[in-house]
């Protein structure tokens, strides 16, 4: 019987062969992997540390120098407000102080008597409508303070009727002493105003009231307050007496209207810049 001949069962002949003529190294195929090798015990990483990040020191600076700015803005504020709140409740003392121990009053005004001399309307060729009036006016005004001296400017009066103007005039100043009551006895007078459609009909109804034409006083003044040595500011002062109604006189005598109703309110008027209240 003729022998069989077998392959090899192990190939290592033929791959060692093959990896040689290939030019491969069997021993560096087979070598594991290489790591690095561990971290130090100082160098491990802490998840809870913060990582350090250096501040320029230009930026530190600026940032000093807006803290130092703010901090004095904050001190002056401070103290101006200070200051202006202690002045403001020393002038609140003083005001309280002084209106306790001296309880000044404001002057009492009063009409006495109103006559009108003249009152004309008349109309022109042209279609204009020419409004003269002539008054007489008497007026008292009363000091009820024991201590205090009022000193009146000028006064200038108004006499309206509704929105229409009727005459003005004047009166010179003066002093008025403690319990003191002073006349001011002035003429008042409009020559030849020329009216508008509107003020025309207005006087024309009003005319035909019983009672007669509603009549309007205004006054304004500058008064000065003073007591021994101290003198107050000049206040100006506006004072209104409504409830005065008249009548048109007939020939040459002057017709007497109605002050019985008439009442007086002096109020102060402060100038602002441009406006005066």
């Known amino acids: 019987m003729a022998d069989r001949v077998h392959p090899s069962a192990k190939p290592n002949g033929n791959a060692t062969n093959i990896a040689a003529g290939a030019g491969v190294n069997p021993k560096a195929a087979a070598k594991p992997p290489q790591f690095p090798p561990p971290a130090a015990k100082n160098q491990m990483y802490n998840p ?28 002056c504020c401070f103290w101006s407000l200070l200051l202006i709140c202690t002045v403001l409740l020393l002038a609140a003392i003083a005001g309280a102080g002084f209106y306790f121990l001296f309880r000044p009053k404001p002057p009492a005004f009063s009409v ?4 009108i001399i003249q009152f004309k309307l008349t109309t022109t060729s042209d279609d204009t409508t020419h409004l003269t009036v002539k008054l007489n006016l008497t007026l008292s005004t009363k000091n009820p303070n024991k201590k205090l001296i009022y000193n009146y400017d000028p006064i200038s009066l108004t006499v309206n009727s509704n929105s229409v103007l009727l005459a003005n005039g ?10 003191n009551i002073t006349i001011i006895h002035s003429t008042l007078s409009m020559a030849s105003q020329v009216l508008d459609a509107d003020s025309i ?3 024309k109804s009003d005319l035909k009231r019983k009672n007669g034409l509603p009549m309007k006083i205004l006054l304004d003044t500058m008064v000065l307050a003073k007591m021994d040595k101290l003198k107050s500011k000049e206040v100006g002062i506006r004072v209104t007496c409504d409830g005065i109604h008249g ?6 005598t002057p017709a007497v209207a109605s002050t019985t109703n008439a009442k007086c309110k002096a109020d102060l008027r402060m100038k602002i810049l441009k406006w005066t209240f």
Not at 48 to 57: L, W
Not at 62 to 69: F, K, L, S, V
Not at 170 to 179: L, M, Q
Not at 247 to 252: A, D, E, F, L, Q
């Open 170 to 179: 004047s009166f010179t100043g003066f002093s008025s002493g403690p319990n």
């Open 247 to 252: 009548r048109i006189p007939t020939g040459k």
């Open 201 to 203: 009909s207005s006087l």
């Open 48 to 75: 809870n540390r913060i990582p350090y990040r250096p501040t320029p020191t230009a930026y530190h600076r600026h940032n000093r120098r807006r803290c130092t700015c703010r901090r004095c803005f904050c001190f």
């Open 112 to 115: 006495s008597s109103l006559k």
